[in-house]
């Protein structure tokens, strides 16, 4: 039975999908991983091709006329609890999440036992390499403010580094996910803890991209910060 997926979300990521990819191959950990790609038109789609050649442990998803992160991973979630993995990991194509942090996640779900695990800037310190000071500052009180408002124990509801043991998707509704940029990530974190699972953080270093663009626009923050409020005030129960 297959046990570690690794999903990973790209738009034109032909700098960095190589890399990535073959960095969690080259683990002490059997994963496999899927890229769930938006229409790239830089070559990001001809690497993945000839790469799943190469190593049956890569498999891709090339969707079309649909874009966002949330619905990428919604279509991930979906394809691996079809495929019956045991645990779902969900990382950024752009190198900022050391690959090798992985394995912090994996032992925190599959040794210590939690539902959930988060690869976290902000649960000892700052660690946060490369931004500008005004983005930490964005992107720590963007924390502060969804711990403030939701009461959920989290010190980075917007990490994208996740691991998840796949029972949870027993209980949470996936189609019901209505997010699709960093409030996703919250809105993830927050239906999971109020479903009562077993959610732990662990320090990983986040280092920002060397190549290709950011995907952080104006639209993504507003839809965080008020989906913290549609969220605290829908008190879901899945």
Not at 14 to 32: C, G, Q
Not at 101 to 107: A, G, P, T
Not at 132 to 149: E, G, H, Q, T
């Amino acid at each position: 039975m297959p046990a570690n997926l690794v999903i990973i979300p790209t738009l034109n990521e032909v700098d960095n999908i190589e890399k990535v990819v073959s960095a969690v191959f080259s683990l002490p950990v059997d994963f496999s991983v899927l890229v769930v790609d938006d229409e790239s038109d830089d070559g990001t789609q001809r690497v993945l091709l000839r790469m799943a050649k190469e190593n049956k442990r890569l498999h891709y998803m090339f969707r079309k006329g649909e874009k966002g992160l949330g619905r990428a991973y919604v279509a991930g979630f979906k394809w691996a609890l079809g495929k019956g993995f045991d645990r779902i990991f969900q990382m950024d194509a752009d190198l900022s999440h050391n690959p090798k942090d992985l394995i912090k996640l994996y032992e925190t779900c599959h040794n210590d036992g939690f539902d959930m695990a988060i690869g976290s800037r902000y649960v000892k310190g700052v660690n946060v390499v490369n931004w500008p000071m005004k983005r930490i500052l964005l992107s720590w009180f963007a924390s502060k403010y969804v711990k403030l408002i939701t009461g959920m124990p989290v010190e980075d509801a917007t990490a994208g580094f996740v691991c998840y043991n796949s029972k949870i998707f027993k209980h949470l509704k996936l189609d019901k996910i209505n997010f699709v940029g960093y409030a996703f990530q919250i809105e993830m974190k927050y239906k999971i803890f109020k479903l009562g699972y077993k959610i732990k953080e662990v320090p990983v270093i986040f280092t920002d991209r060397e190549k290709g663009r950011s995907k952080m626009n104006a639209k993504i923050i507003n839809e965080a910060i008020f989906g913290v409020l549609k969220l605290k005030l829908s008190n879901p129960k899945n």
